[in-house]
């Protein structure tokens, strides 16, 4: 069983609720970690993953999530209290991953250790990208993910060199054939 993955669930076309899909991105191409982690952007595939949680002793799941806060409050909320948080009552990924965890314990399968690292949207609405707030907050949400990956994990976690900005992975997620460059160069 592999140790760690990183799972962005969220849609990208409702504005602010993609915000845990472009952070997964954004780590992949402006971060190293060792040892290594998978990083799976898992959009709004929700009871698609449920071989994902199979594979893992531990999912860490990046979310927008609807809680009766401040927009861009940021929770980092283990699974076992996932329902107590109305994570199940958004779109069709939240509803998706927890029943994921429904079905493994009905196949009699070992539960992976999981958390939630969530941030309170502001605008969810029919748009590609973020809202400014979203924006703003966006670096505390890489900060606070590098540092759950560093001190809950012991992971080495690397700036690299060159930064691959949040303006171009939003650009690249509006227009995948513009000339932005792919995300794999």
């Known amino acids: 069983m592999k140790k760690l993955a990183i799972l962005g669930v969220g849609n990208i076309l409702e504005k602010d609720d993609g915000i845990a899909i472009y952070a997964t991105k954004y780590l992949e191409k402006n ?12 959009g709004v595939e929700g009871i698609n993953l449920l071989n994902l949680f199979m594979e893992y002793e531990y999912i860490l799941i990046l979310d ?36 994921c965890f429904d079905i493994l314990e009905l196949m009699g399968k070992e539960l992976p250790s999981s958390s939630v690292l969530g941030i309170v949207p502001k605008i969810i609405d029919v748009e ?14 890489i900060k606070t993910l590098v540092n759950i990956l560093e001190n809950n994990f012991a992971i080495e976690v ?11 992975i939003i650009e ?12 794999e160069s």
């Open 128 to 141: 590609i990208g973020l809202s400014e707030m979203m924006e703003e907050k966006f670096p505390i949400y």
């Open 158 to 168: 690397k700036k690299k060199e060159e930064e691959y900005p949040l303006s171009k």
């Open 31 to 42: 971060f190293t970690c060792k040892p290594e982690i998978a990083i799976i952007n898992g």
């Open 64 to 99: 927008a999530i609807e809680i009766e806060d401040e927009a861009g409050s940021i929770y980092h909320i283990p699974s076992e209290k996932l329902t107590g948080y109305g994570l199940n009552s958004g779109g069709a990924h939240e509803i998706g991953v927890l029943q």
């Open 172 to 183: 690249k997620f509006k227009n995948p054939q513009s000339s932005v460059e792919s995300f």
